[in-house]
């Protein structure tokens, strides 16, 4: 029997015997109770442990794991995002739930059809909860509807969803991973805003929209691959993705928000798409990164279609520079004469490291 629906981890010895752990259907494809019984070794001793799952629940149901029973939140929600009551709001899941149970860490919303939207503020604050799932079906992933979750850490984006509400996960401080199904088309703004422990994300090929801080402050984020279709990238769209080491920017891109690669001090180059005209302030600058993660930005293509670059664009100082020897080569696709044409902000480029411009037909040394 294949054992990849379950994950051993913190092994010690103990007494011999057996034991019996019951898992939630997470990733049950087979939709069907299972059990396996396994013998972990810890130097002379052997405990045989039975693993039974529990079949995989339809789509009229919820499931969650938390320490204890999530409030059950009645009537209108009330107050701000932040200041709101904190729990299960059920005039905002849709239908509403006939029952909520709870027994072993284990909760369970009841339906009498297919659940359809978690609406505004669904789940928000509720801090204990560490996992949900909720079966294809749902087609509404409303704004802040799992916002300040601070202990989620995994959630399956059901495959019938086509949209992530603006906030829906903002403040997941533990969200470690999220696969977006291919049918969601578009991420409202600041729906991972602060998802520090989010090491990895798939971007869907649909979206064509990088909204204002999607992905701001995911401090854990090495790589992402933006979809070929995606024009826009909006306003501190990855702000304060301070392990980032990569990013393509699509060659489709005709917009790049203010700050949207701020605070980004591992990747070491960027190739701005033609058609950009304006980079805007602070666009690739380093203004709050921690002191202990330097910058390391050697590269920049900048397209002849630019006309004007506004001030602190690469605002990196030299206090930010990891190694102030190395320098910062802009690679223009223009003239000298177009390069001297460009509105160029006081300030657009500080630090004492080398910094030239290569040109079609010559270098100018900044």
Not at 97 to 102: A, G, Y
């Amino acid at each position: 029997m294949a054992t990849d629906w379950i994950i051993f981890s913190g092994i010690t010895s103990g007494s011999s015997g057996e034991t019996n752990v019951t898992v939630l259907p997470f990733n049950n494809t087979s939709f069907s109770a299972r059990s396996l019984t396994v013998n972990v070794t810890a130097g002379n001793i052997t405990k045989f442990i039975t693993i039974n799952q529990e079949g995989a629940l339809d789509n009229k149901h919820i499931i969650y794991t938390a320490p204890e029973k999530l409030p059950d939140v009645y009537g209108s929600f009330t107050g701000s995002s932040a200041t709101g009551a904190s729990g299960v709001h059920w005039a905002y899941i849709t239908p509403t739930p006939q029952s909520h149970t709870f027994s072993n860490g284990v909760g369970i919303l009841t339906f009498s059809a297919t659940v359809q939207s978690l609406g505004y503020a669904a789940f928000a604050g509720c801090s204990g909860m560490t996992s949900l799932f909720i079966a294809d079906g749902l087609t509404e992933l409303g704004g802040f509807s799992f916002f300040n979750c601070v202990n989620l850490k995994y959630f399956s984006i059901p495959n019938t969803i086509t949209e992530i509400g603006a906030h829906a996960f903002q403040g997941c401080t533990k969200l470690e991973g999220v696969t977006i199904p291919e049918c969601v088309t578009a991420i409202k703004g600041d729906a991972f805003q602060w998802c520090e422990n989010l090491k990895s994300i798939t971007i869907p090929s649909e979206i064509t929209e990088i909204d204002s801080r999607v992905f701001s402050g995911c401090r854990s984020l090495k790589s992402i691959e933006i979809p070929e279709g995606v024009t826009r990238i909006g306003l501190e769209a990855f702000a304060g993705c301070n392990l980032l080491e990569t990013i393509n920017i699509p060659s489709g891109v005709t917009y790049i928000g203010q700050e949207a690669f701020r605070d980004c001090p591992r990747v070491s180059s960027y190739v701005i798409p033609d058609g950009i005209t304006n980079l805007y302030k602070w666009t690739f600058a380093h203004i709050w990164a921690p002191n202990s993660i330097k910058n390391i930005l050697s590269s920049v293509t900048i397209p002849d279609s630019v006309t004007r670059i506004r001030d602190g664009a690469f605002r990196i100082s030299d206090d930010a520079r990891e190694d102030l020897t190395m320098p910062l080569v802009f690679h223009y696709k223009g003239t000298m004469a177009q390069w001297g044409n460009i509105t160029k902000d006081t300030g657009w480029v500080i630090g004492s490291y080398p910094k030239y411009v290569e040109c079609t037909d010559g270098t100018i040394n900044l």
